[in-house]
T-cell receptor, first 111, second 116 residues
Framework: GNSVTQMEGPVTLSEEAFLTINCTYTATGYPSLFWYVQYPGEGLQLLLKATKADDKGSNKGFEATYRKETTSFHLEKGSVQVSDSAVYFCALSGNTGKLIFGQGTTLQVKP | DTGVSQDPRHKITKRGQNVTFRCDPISEHNRLYWYRQTLGQGPEFLTYFQNEAQLEKSRLLSDRFSAERPKGSFSTLEIQRTEQGDSAMYLC??????????????FGNGTRLTVT
C-alpha cells in the first residue's frame, strides 16, 4: 500500500542554517505530494504541494521538488528562523483525496 | 472562510463511557475526513465522507467507532465503551473538490481525548 517515510528528528539547527528534511514515498499511480506544518499549540497547516513529477512547491522560503525517479519530496530552506520551529509532516494523496502522512519531523531552531 | 471547527477542544472521560465529537467543515466543502493522531506520530486516517455518504473506513475504525454526516454538512464521531488506548487527538479536515487528489485538506484544531 501507499506509505511515506520521513527522516527521524528532532532536527536542531542554529538560526540562518540550511535545512533539509528528507521524505520518500511508496505509491501506486501518480500521487500528489504535500508538506504540512504544525506549530506549537496550533493545527496542521498546508505548507506547500506538488501535483506531478518535477513540480516544485514553494512557500515562505521553503521548497520541495517532486522527484519520481527517486520517489522523494525533500523539504529545504536556505536560512531558517526561530519562528520555523515546528513539526513538519510529509504526505501523499491519491484519487480519493485521502492523505497518508509520515511520522513527522520536529525542527528546533536556536537563536 | 471561518475554517474547520471542532468541538469540544478537550474531553476527559472514564473508561467505558461513550463520547461524541463534532466537526463543522468549511462551508461548501463536500469532502470531510476524520484522523487520529497520537503523540510523536503522524495523523492516521479513520474515515471520510463525500457529502452525506461515508465512502471509506480504515481498519483502525473498530466497531466501537461510528461517524455520521447526516445532511452533508457537520459530522459527528462517536466512540462507545472508551478504552485507554483511545486517548489521542482526533482531527477533522475538509476539502472542496470531489475526486481530485491534489486538493489540500484544511484541518481543524482537533479534539484531545483523555480516557482515564
Amino acid at each position: 500500500g501507499n506509505s511515506v517515510t520521513q527522516m527521524e528528528g528532532p532536527v536542531t539547527l542554529s538560526e540562518e542554517a540550511f535545512l533539509t528534511i528528507n521524505c520518500t514515498y511508496t505509491a501506486t499511480g501518480y500521487p500528489s505530494l504535500f508538506w504540512y506544518v504544525q506549530y506549537p499549540g496550533e493545527g496542521l497547516q498546508l505548507l506547500l504541494k506538488a501535483t506531478k513529477a518535477d513540480d516544485k512547491g514553494s512557500n515562505k522560503g521553503f521548497e520541495a521538488t517532486y522527484r519520481k525517479e527517486t520517489t522523494s519530496f525533500h523539504l529545504e530552506k536556505g536560512s531558517v528562523q526561530v519562528s520555523d520551529s515546528a513539526v513538519y509532516f510529509c504526505a501523499l494523496s491519491g484519487n480519493t483525496g485521502k492523505l497518508i502522512f509520515g511520522q513527522g519531523t520536529t525542527l528546533q531552531v536556536k537563536p | 472562510d471561518t475554517g474547520v471547527s471542532q468541538d469540544p477542544r478537550h474531553k476527559i472521560t472514564k473508561r467505558g463511557q461513550n463520547v461524541t465529537f463534532r466537526c463543522d467543515p468549511i462551508s461548501e466543502h463536500n469532502r470531510l475526513y476524520w484522523y487520529r493522531q497520537t503523540l510523536g506520530q503522524g495523523p492516521e486516517f479513520l474515515t471520510y465522507f463525500q457529502n452525506e455518504a461515508q465512502l471509506e473506513k480504515s481498519r483502525l475504525l473498530s466497531d466501537r467507532f461510528s461517524a455520521e454526516r447526516p445532511k452533508g454538512s457537520f459530522s459527528t464521531l462517536e466512540i462507545q465503551r472508551t478504552e485507554q488506548g483511545d486517548s489521542a487527538m482526533y482531527l477533522c479536515a475538509s476539502s472542496p473538490n470531489a475526486g481530485k487528489g491534489n486538493s489540500p485538506l484544511h484541518f481543524g484544531n482537533g479534539t484531545r481525548l483523555t480516557v482515564t
